[in-house]
């Protein structure tokens, strides 16, 4: 798959993004905003100028870029709004959407426009929080010659940065950042000025756009090496160059238009191709989606049941074989329509893993690192809406190993690391449950730094907590241990909307680390919709699903391999391994069922680690089966990961193995339970 | 005398309502027509383990896995029995779809607010939170069920008090 097959994903994503934010602006109650909203519209311009990072819209990352730290700036109370901001903020919009369909046409994005919105968004910026963004764009001087550009910034290999009034903790954090960025060749000055020779591939603005979130623009000063003109001056000057085109792998040549009406201009040149944008997809809810699956499904419960009154008509008359030629055709439609139904909405997670290759080689180019990427798991198929919301947060998290996990290669090196680190995606079906992992053999997480910066922000921490509770914490909302916000990430909006993204899907996230080893997030979903391959088995007169993932073998137990333990324990040996037995009928109180165990058939299934011997009557066979959820309706189940529909119309339950094991535990422990005491029983069975 | 100005109260906040009336043995109750999803028969319906004996189980209706709540057993009737007549009738409360089997529906009937009367206390198995009043009409006396309150209290344990839903 080739990375351009998502641009259409996120050109779609990143309109619906500002179709919202456009309504967020408009709802916003200047005088009194809702910091709820304002965090909305922040959001999504910090989710387009990600995707734009990763497809390399330079034009509209910057211009969300600077719409971004406006924005930011409003949400934390700093910018006092005012309806003309808002119309700002609303004319921001509309350029980033012209860039949008600029893009999408394979046109160069409007110049004229960009300069100008950056421009009047810098100026709001100066004139109303005192300081400078990223950098002042000089008036539109529009178009610079266009060969000027990409070697510009190859031209300041040497930049002499002068740091003023800066403490000596900022000073440290910020001469840290500067290693990233290129080879500090020299440095030496005190407080009032310290100057750093800094060699390499930089310009002055990405040195800003790094420092200005710790000090002040102000306070820094950067001139190029043997040229000596006056600091503030060269520093306009490389920025209006730099800001001037910006060099777009899909827009390489000039713009052409000359600088007339911006709008004008604008408008020109989005007009013509507009329809041959249109998109081959339509998007449609996912309710309406599942509705359909729905009545496919009952569709073919009753195409069984007619099925089976025909064929116990006894009359082999002419009328009888034309309506008997026409069920069987019938049948055949209805389970091309299913599986064309189903189709719809499973798609295997290469679709989100082919995605990373890019994102990984970009971001590891960005800050000098070098990183392979392994996925594994890529066939594991998952629900296409839990593919569509998972994509995100994951971007987020595989940015975040990379800019905070893995270390620099020297620095690798020098620990007896392989300079390359390791970043490996993984998903797979686990309990009831769809796992999948961003692993990094990086510097891991340090416990001590995160408690000090929960304290420095203000947020309720002890020594106590445990390690999870501790990395649990680079969830909350404005966290971030970065030292400096860069493009990559570190400005704790990311980890937030993660969290946030994966609770919405019912999920869960857990972080494992070990300082110097490494991190592995682990995101686990429910099944919900995914498509499950089961074992269907009879116990009593029921049928239950197991999860075919967990089944290792089946066989015939006999009494000399069953031992009973203290109590009523009693372990199956199986080629000398010893594994505890769960009798179905005994744990979910099966009535009619082979209490014999010698009569009765151990499947030998592997739950967590663990194995376990369940004793059931008979197996019936492998089916792939969709997977319902119990809790919509009703509430969790101990020993029960879901619910699902045979094809008869009867529902089956989907068997959760060391749910069970917990709950042949719980039960032996309280001896018989007696139905009447329900509700004490549920909240011992159910898990933290 | 209270129980006028009561009436009275009630009539100033309600207009009139219709209610499907079911029986339970041979009490009659009654519910608010506007919860009602739709009535169909007591078949297939998948037993939960360990659940309360008046969770029947779930059911597949359509496509959604919806839970059966027997509330002739919740209520203590003595005789529950399972037959042709055994209705189903299809509530929507709280974001949810469930079940409830009865002994039988026999029609919608239109209250005005000077008909329905408060309940009085009463009752261990039926507390008189789960009821919205009492509907006189002629002789027959209406137990109008609240199955709001009811379905989504802790006692049916039908809905997780511990998720995050």
Redesign the interface.
């Known amino acids: 798959m080739d990375i351009a097959d998502f641009f259409d994903t996120f050109f779609e994503e990143a309109e619906e993004l500002l179709a919202d934010m456009e309504q967020h602006l408009l709802e916003l109650d200047v005088d009194n905003p809702d910091g709820e909203q304002l965090n909305a519209i922040f959001r999504a311009a910090h989710s387009i100028k990600g995707g734009a990072g990763t497809f390399g819209f330079s034009v509209l990352q910057k211009t969300t870029h600077i719409l971004e730290n406006l924005l930011d700036h409003a949400r934390k109370g700093e910018l006092v709004l005012r309806a003309d901001l808002v119309d700002t903020f609303l004319e921001a919009k509309d350029i980033m959407h012209e860039q949008l369909d600029a893009y999408r046409n394979e046109e160069a994005p409007d110049q004229e426009a960009y300069e100008r919105i950056c421009h009047t968004l810098q100026q709001i910026a100066l004139d109303e929080i005192g300081q400078t963004l990223e950098a002042p764009v000089a008036a539109p001087e529009p178009v610079a010659k266009p060969e000027e550009l990409p070697s510009n910034e190859a031209d300041h290999s040497q930049l002499i940065v002068a740091l003023l009034n800066v403490s000596e903790k900022d000073r440290v954090l910020l001469v840290e950042e500067l290693e990233q960025l290129g080879d500090v060749q020299a440095q030496s000055g005190d407080e009032k000025r310290y100057e750093v020779i800094l060699n390499g591939d930089v310009s002055a603005d990405d040195i800003e756009a790094v420092m200005c979130f710790i000090i002040e623009p102000e306070q820094i000063e950067i001139t190029s090496a043997g040229d000596g003109h006056s600091a503030a001056a060269s520093d306009v000057e490389q920025n209006s160059a730099k800001n001037a085109p910006v060099p777009t792998p899909s827009a390489p040549e000039p713009v052409k238009n000359p600088p007339v009406d911006a709008k004008q201009a604008a408008a020109s040149s989005a007009k013509p191709k507009k329809a041959a944008a249109e998109s081959s997809s339509i998007r449609v809810s996912v309710d309406k989606v599942d509705q359909i699956i729905n009545l496919v499904g009952e569709l073919i419960i009753t195409q069984s049941m007619l099925d089976q009154t025909v064929s116990d008509l006894d009359d082999q008359s002419v009328s009888n074989s034309s309506l008997q030629n026409g069920m069987s055709l019938l049948q055949r439609n209805a389970r091309d329509l299913q599986e064309a139904v189903m189709s719809i909405r499973m798609i295997p997670m290469e679709f989100v893993f082919s995605r990373f290759p890019r994102v990984v080689r970009d971001t590891a180019g960005k800050l000098g690192k070098e990183i392979e990427l392994v996925t594994e798991g890529k066939s594991t198929e998952l629900d296409k809406s839990l593919v569509e919301r998972i994509t995100d947060p994951l971007t987020h998290l595989v940015r975040n190993s990379l800019d905070h996990g893995i270390e620099m290669p020297d620095k690798r090196e020098a620990l007896g690391k392989p300079r390359t680190g390791k970043l490996i995606l993984s998903a797979r079906h686990q309990g009831g449950n769809i796992l999948i992992e961003v692993r990094d053999d990086g510097a891991g997480m340090d416990r001590e730094r995160l408690l000090a910066k929960a304290r420095e922000n203000g947020l309720n921490v002890s020594d106590a907590m445990t390690d999870e509770e501790v990395y649990q914490l680079i969830f909350a909302p404005g966290f971030s241990t970065a030292e400096a916000v860069t493009d990559v990430s570190g400005r704790g909006v990311g980890m937030d909307v993660v969290k946030r993204n994966i609770q919405g899907m019912g999920g869960r996230v857990e972080i494992q680390s070990k300082k110097g080893e490494g991190t592995n997030t682990r995101i686990v979903l429910p099944l919900t919709l995914a498509i499950l391959d089961g074992m269907s088995i009879k116990v009593g007169g029921e049928t239950f699903i197991l999860p075919l993932s967990t089944v290792l073998e089946s066989l015939q137990p006999t009494k000399n391999d069953m031992y009973a333990m203290a109590g009523d324990d009693v372990v199956l040996k199986v080629r000398d391994e010893y594994l505890p037995v769960i009798a179905i009928h005994e744990v979910l109180d099966v009535e009619n069922a082979i209490t014999d165990p010698t009569q009765s058939i151990a499947v030998i299934v592997q739950g967590e680690g663990r194995r376990y011997a369940m004793l059931v009557d008979e197996l019936i066979g492998q089916q792939q089966v969709v997977v319902k959820n119990l809790e919509d309706n009703y509430r969790k189940v101990p020993g029960i990961s879901a619910a699902t529909i045979l094809g008869d119309g009867s529902v089956a339950l989907i068997l959760d193995i060391t749910g069970l094991h917990r709950l042949s535990r719980v039960k032996k422990e309280a001896g018989k339970v007696v139905n009447n005491q329900p509700i004490s029983f549920y909240k011992e069975a159910e898990p933290s | 005398m209270s129980q006028v100005t009561n009436g009275a109260v009630m009539a100033a906040e309600a207009e009139s309502r219709e209610f499907l009336v079911f029986s339970l043995g041979e009490e009659e109750y009654a519910i608010d027509i506007l919860k009602v999803q739709e009535i169909r028969g007591y078949e297939?319906v998948?037993?939960?383990?360990?659940?309360?004996?008046f969770i029947k189980?779930?059911?597949?209706l359509?496509?959604?896995?919806?839970?059966i709540v027997d509330l002739r057993i919740k209520f203590h009737l003595e005789s529950v029995e399972y037959g042709g007549q055994t209705v189903v009738i299809v509530v929507n409360v709280a974001d949810?779809?469930?079940g409830i089997v009865v002994d039988g529906v026999s029609d919608v009937m239109t209250l005005t607010p000077e008909q329905i009367k408060p309940a009085p206390e009463f009752g261990v198995t039926l507390s008189s939170d789960f009821l919205s009043g009492l509907g006189s009409l002629d002789d027959r006396m209406l137990v109008l069920v609240d199955i709001d309150k009811l379905l989504t209290s802790?006692?049916m344990?039908?809905?997780?008090s511990?998720?995050?839903?």
């Open positions: 297939n998948t037993r939960i383990a360990n659940a309360p004996d189980g779930v059911t597949n359509r496509g959604v896995i919806v839970p949810r779809v469930v802790e006692e344990a039908l809905v997780d511990t998720s995050t839903r």
